[in-house]
T-cell receptor
């Protein structure tokens, strides 16, 4: 991707609420991969998911789900029934390691 | 497995000093990357390498140099540190550039006074 936008700088929710983190990108590539990473308060960066642009099926992993829509160049991330441990900064990286979004800081309050 | 290891974890420099950050990975990955993380700006790619002996510029390469003499190591150098280089630096490695997920080191916090 040539550009990625995570418009939500910070989101604060109460535990058990659902929350969606938005990621919109621009790319001239016809095939590409999209990634999400998590950075908890401890500072390490953890891989969450990789999707390829061929597959627009939604992905679900436990409380996490991802909605990829090629037509709108979006790859949004939803946490269902959020927990305090979900508090972190989440980065979208469409197209791989060369460009990251600026991140969305999620705070889940008890 | 250690994964990706960065040294040092913390460093304070004076303006004009030089230093080298070392990244080592034990996963036999071809691709390695150096990023910097500044508040509100996410991760920005400094330099990367697609294999031993190769390097390429990322988004913010100015003021940094890199070397990949051995497949498992990727060095990031600051020849003359500036306060603008105060940041947290992350090294990462992967199987592929745009297909493989990144494995990150723990980060190195650099302060330039």
């Amino acid at each position: 991707a040539q550009k990625v936008t995570q418009a939500q700088t910070e989101i604060s929710v109460v535990e058990k609420e659902d929350v969606t983190l938005d990621c919109v990108y621009e790319t001239r590539d016809t095939t590409y991969y999209l990634f999400w990473y998590k950075q908890p308060p401890s500072g390490e960066l953890v891989f969450l998911i990789r999707r390829n642009s061929f597959d627009e099926q939604n992905e679900i992993s436990g409380r996490y789900s991802w909605n990829f829509q090629k037509s709108t160049s979006s790859f949004n991330f939803t946490i269902t029934a959020s927990q305090v441990v979900d508090s972190a900064v989440y980065f979208c990286a469409p197209g791989g390691p060369l460009i990251f979004g600026s991140g969305t800081r999620l705070l889940v309050r008890p | 497995n250690a994964g990706v290891t960065q040294t040092p974890k913390f460093r304070v420099l004076k303006t004009g000093q030089s230093m080298t950050l070392l990244c080592a990975q034990d996963m036999n990955h071809e691709y390695m990357y150096w990023y910097r993380q500044d508040p509100g700006m996410g991760l920005r790619l400094i330099h990367y390498s697609v294999g031993e002996g190769t390097t390429a510029k990322g988004e913010v390469p100015d003021g940094y140099n890199v070397s990949r003499l051995k497949k498992q190591n990727f060095l990031l150098g600051l020849e003359s540190a500036a306060p603008s280089q105060t940041s947290v630096y992350f090294c990462a490695s992967s199987y592929g550039t745009d297909t493989g997920e990144l494995f990150f080191g723990e980060g190195s916090r650099l302060t330039v006074l």
